[in-house]
């Protein structure tokens, strides 16, 4: 469980998260993780949902993964993208 408050993602980038969700390919998202360390996860997004604590795209393997600590999708960064 992530304790920093959910900060809202570009609304471009989350086209891009939910364009990859609908296509169900094989995406490469860089994560940043509570120790801000970044981990590289090849998976496929199979859901975007909202919850009490901010938005989470799920992983085909089960995994949620806030939005606003993905760093990258596919090359494609977040910070390329303004608010």
């Known amino acids: 469980m992530d304790d920093t ?6 609304c471009d980038f989350h086209d ?19 120790a801000d360390a970044i981990e590289r996860v ?3 997004i199979g859901d975007i ?3 009490p604590d901010g ?3 799920l992983l085909d ?4 993964v806030r939005l606003d600590r993905i760093v ?4 494609a ?4 993208y303004p608010d």
């Open 16 to 34: 891009l998260l939910e364009a990859a969700a609908t296509r169900r390919s094989v995406v490469t998202l860089e994560v940043r993780d509570a």
């Open 5 to 10: 408050p959910y900060r809202p993602i570009s």
């Open 77 to 80: 960064r977040l910070a390329d």
């Open 61 to 64: 393997s089960g995994r949620p």
């Open 72 to 75: 990258s999708i596919d090359g």
């Open 49 to 51: 949902v909202t919850r």
């Open 55 to 57: 938005e989470y795209v």
């Open 42 to 44: 090849q998976a496929r």
